[in-house]
């Protein structure tokens, strides 16, 4: 996997947090106070994102594929298929990201969940698999939901 290079805007954030430390060191010597405050602090706040940024694009291992298939944390459930208007706004084509343990990436709501657990306990044979969430709040509102692989997801990417 290649990692990161610095882009120019982390570079300026670096300079700048270089730079206003003796900044801040200079109005404390001379008395100025709230100067050296604001100074010091922007240091402070400027090299807390910075390291953030940094570690946020460090490399981290991918998701395993399996000779059977599918590994948890390498797939997504898609909502397909949508009747009526959901409550909650789901839309067609939203997807929810497989983490370990076939936990999802973000919640769903109770009855979309007890829809879709059959999928997420039988990975990685339920693969392209549907399962229907019909909603109790009442109409006649209805969603599809399906699971798909990495390999599938990388190509709908490229």
Known sequence: MRQRSITGLDGILAVMVVAAVPVG????????FAQAIIALGSA????YLLAREWQSAAPRPGPEITEGGLAFGAGEIRAIGIQGSCPLMYRMGQ????QDGGH?????????L???????????????QTARCNCPVGGDRS???????????AESLA
């Open 95 to 98: 997807m929810w990201r497989i």
């Open 114 to 128: 007890e829809a879709v657990q059959p999928l997420l306990d039988g990975l990685p044979a339920t693969v392209g």
């Open 25 to 32: 060191i200079f109005h404390a010597s001379s008395g100025r």
């Open 143 to 153: 969603i599809l939901f399906t699971t798909r692989p990495l390999r599938q997801m």
């Open 104 to 112: 999802l990436d973000f919640p769903l709501c109770s009855p979309a």
């Open 44 to 47: 402070a706040v400027g090299s």
